[in-house]
RNA sequence: UACCCCGUGGUGUAAUCGGUAGCACAGCAGUUUUUGGUACUGUUGGUUCCUGGUUCAAGUCCAGGCGGGGUAACCA
């Protein structure tokens, strides 16, 4: 027998190509690098999502795969933003999905390195300090279109900027008073080019360097260099980054040092998903959603929580592959890797997500005149015979689901109607005899009489039966707390939408909570198991807000469902 | 509008030195099935954005258009 997981895996092994990996061999084979070293650069300003997952699983997949390593980097150049919070929450992530980092490293630790490089640039008469305030040096910039102006100061004596720039460093100037500026060409195309900022002037204290610092590197400084005292080969980063690489170029060239590589890739886009920290935030902060890992959001503990397995999340992303163009991928991939490796592994269980009663009009009683309980040993996956079976009972009186009768069904309905016979999922073939409703019209119960014979899917007659529903014994459910969700928003380009706008794109039912009625081995569900509700889907057992024996699932995805689909249209 | 990047079936992504379009998902049909699930099989979709050019031969090279995206923070 083969390993049933890697028939159907398919994220899996073959030598992937695309312009990166082409790129590395020829680098390889050419003798330019011994041995590959890439990063995966966060700052530590907010949690990582699903995009991330793309750019955490390129940069550490390809390490892999052609023997080399991979850093996790904070790129804690900002203390404004940041915090440790982040820093643990990023670093569990990344573990979470699977990968573990060469070294641990921060931009911070290399303030000092980064100080005495800028002094050698100053040296080189490559860069200076600049006394006009930020709206100043946006004025002097010019627009896409209009060239710069030099600055008035941009010809001060390399002693002069020397000192000024230890002095800003001693702490000397107050925010935004002074900014350390690269002397490259104030009329060149790249605006990123025209005399960038290096440093500015920050009176605060940093979550790792305390308050040794009070200017901080801006980015393009920090990146680059950072990149090349780790030695990294190749720095890939996502294509709005691409601007940037004249100047990184330029600093290493300048400086003289290491200088790899950068190259940029199309970030990950997937309908219904939104991936932008700004908007992500306003979700969080306006309420629509509990939080940075409720189920709903993009975010890895979102998704994990979800009960997305980091598996899934981790194929799909090497499957998308990595590439130029910027697209948008089908929600429904997702779907496919996420329900392909729960299938394999997760266990079968059954569960009435909106149930109506089913009765057994002919169900024995016991001699005392008590109902009748049958336990039957079922298996937990009929794929893997060594996930063992579970007992369920079968008593006359069950739950079954409302999608499962209909009084006046079509043709193709496979499933309970007057006079229609079903057969109870591990169970007995049973058949319509009656039914009530309430009211309002709503179906309340279906009574039904069984045959005896009909068990181990056989019938009293050999008649053959189509359907088979899925149902819980009502004396011994156990009632659970089930989110149902949908997409967060109705449009599948959420990110085109600003403003007001985005508030109105929400769907009110993004989330729907009901009291599931499951089977009674469910209630030793544990937070972080996963099963699937027979018929219905994939639901996760969530961890923060489960209890012993009373466990809260969420539906991570449904099955698929032809049927539904074909009455769609 | 200046500069940069990109443009292959519905979606995403492949195609060594230019050699005649592959794969996955989605869709459709069927087989198996006590999950309308899974598995398996078959199948519909592409004049490779357009127009010219080079060539025996172009998705691949060249030119011009058209279309999409990005960029003007003392953010990253």
């Not at 190749?234 to 190259?263: A, K, M, N, V």
């Not at 199309?266 to 700004?278: C, D, F, I, P, Q």
């Not at 045959?451 to 659970?480: C, F």
């Given at each position: 027998m083969p390993d049933p997981a890697a028939t159907n895996s398919p994220g899996s092994p073959e030598a992937q190509t695309d312009f990166i990996r082409d790129r590395i061999r020829a680098d390889l084979a050419a003798g330019k690098v011994r041995q590959i070293q890439t990063r995966f650069p966060p700052e530590p300003n907010g949690y990582l999502h699903i995009g991330h997952a793309k750019a955490i699983t390129l940069s550490f997949a390809v390490a892999e795969e052609f023997g080399g390593k991979c850093n996790l980097r904070m790129d804690d150049t900002n203390p404004e933003k940041e915090a440790q919070e982040y820093v643990d929450a990023i670093q569990e992530d990344v573990r979470w999905l699977g990968f573990e980092w060469d070294q641990m490293v921060y931009a911070s630790d290399y303030f000092g390195q980064l100080f005495a490089w800028a002094e050698q640039l100053i040296e080189k008469g490559l860069a200076y300090v600049e006394d006009q305030n930020a709206e100043q040096m946006a004025k002097g910039r010019g627009t896409v279109r209009t060239p710069g102006t030099n600055s008035p100061f941009r010809d001060r004596s390399v002693a002069e900027n020397l000192d000024l720039f230890r002095r800003m460093k001693a702490g000397e100037f107050g925010d935004g008073e002074k900014v350390l500026r690269a002397k490259i060409d104030m009329a060149h195309s790249n605006l990123n080019?025209?005399?960038?900022?290096?440093?500015?002037?920050?009176?605060?204290?940093?979550?790792?360097?305390?308050?040794?610092?009070?200017?901080?590197?801006?980015?393009?400084?920090?990146?680059?260099?950072?990149?090349?005292?780790?030695?990294?080969?190749?720095?890939?980063?996502?294509?709005?980054?691409?601007?940037?690489?004249?100047?990184?170029?330029?600093?290493?060239?300048?400086?003289?040092?290491?200088?790899?590589?950068?190259?940029?890739?199309?970030?990950?886009?997937?309908?219904?998903?939104?991936?932008?920290?700004?908007?992500?935030?306003?979700?969080?902060?306006?309420?629509?959603?509990?939080?940075?890992?409720?189920?709903?959001?993009?975010?890895?503990?979102?998704?994990?929580?979800?009960?997305?397995?980091?598996?899934?999340?981790?194929?799909?992303?090497?499957?998308?592959?990595?590439?130029?163009?910027?697209?948008?991928?089908?929600?429904?991939?997702?779907?496919?890797?996420?329900?392909?490796?729960?299938?394999?592994?997760?266990?079968?269980?059954?569960?009435?997500?909106?149930?109506?009663?089913?009765?057994?009009?002919?169900?024995?009683?016991?001699?005392?005149?008590?109902?009748?309980?049958?336990?039957?040993?079922?298996?937990?996956?009929?794929?893997?015979?060594?996930?063992?079976?579970?007992?369920?009972?079968?008593?006359?009186?069950?739950?079954?689901?409302?999608?499962?009768?209909?009084?006046?069904?079509?043709?193709?309905?496979?499933?309970?109607?007057?006079?229609?016979?079903?057969?109870?999922?591990?169970?007995?073939?049973?058949?319509?005899?009656?039914?009530?409703?309430?009211?309002?019209?709503?179906?309340?119960?279906?009574?039904?009489?069984?045959?005896?014979?009909?068990?181990?899917?056989?019938?009293?007659?050999?008649?053959?039966?189509?359907?088979?529903?899925?149902?819980?014994?009502?004396?011994?459910?156990?009632?659970?707390?089930?989110?149902?969700?949908?997409?967060l928003f109705a449009e599948a380009d959420p990110a085109s939408f600003d403003g007001d706008e985005f508030a109105s794109i929400l769907r009110p039912d993004s989330r729907r909570i009901v009291k599931a009625m499951c089977e009674p081995s469910l209630k030793d569900a544990k937070g972080g198991d996963a099963f699937q509700f027979e018929r219905v889907g994939y639901f996760y057992c969530d961890p923060k807000t489960s209890e012993q024996g009373s466990p809260v699932f969420h539906r991570t995805v449904t099955l698929k469902d032809t049927w539904k689909k074909q009455q769609g249209k």
């Open positions: 080019l025209r005399d960038p900022a290096m440093y500015r002037v920050r009176n605060l204290h940093h979550q790792r360097t305390g308050d040794e610092w009070c200017i901080y590197p801006m980015y393009d400084w920090a990146h680059g260099q950072s990149d090349s005292i780790e030695g990294v080969t190749h720095s890939l980063c996502t294509l709005e980054f691409e601007h940037h690489r004249p100047l990184y170029d330029w600093f290493c060239e300048s400086l003289g040092i290491h200088h790899p590589q950068q190259i940029e890739f199309a970030r990950l886009n997937v309908e219904y998903m939104l991936t932008s920290k700004r908007k992500l935030l306003r979700l969080v902060e306006e309420k629509h959603v509990d939080g940075w890992d409720d189920p709903r959001m993009p975010t890895i503990r979102g998704l994990r929580r979800r009960g997305v397995p980091a598996e899934a999340l981790v194929a799909f992303c090497k499957h998308v592959g990595v590439a130029k163009v910027n697209g948008t991928h089908e929600l429904s991939l997702l779907e496919y890797f996420t329900r392909d490796w729960l299938n394999s592994r997760t266990w079968r269980r059954m569960a009435v997500i909106d149930p109506i009663q089913l009765i057994i009009e002919n169900w024995p009683k016991n001699d005392d005149g008590t109902p009748h309980v049958e336990w039957k040993d079922v298996k937990n996956n009929p794929q893997d015979e060594d996930a063992g079976t579970r007992a369920v009972p079968i008593t006359g009186k069950l739950w079954i689901d409302r999608d499962d009768f209909m009084e006046e069904p079509p043709k193709k309905f496979f499933r309970l109607g007057p006079d229609r016979e079903v057969r109870l999922r591990f169970g007995y073939a049973v058949k319509c005899v009656s039914y009530d409703k309430d009211d309002d019209g709503r179906i309340t119960t279906v009574r039904c009489t069984y045959d005896p014979e009909s068990k181990n899917g056989k019938t009293s007659d050999g008649r053959k039966i189509k359907g088979v529903i899925h149902w819980v014994s009502q004396e011994h459910a156990l009632e659970a707390d089930t989110h149902l969700f949908e997409p």
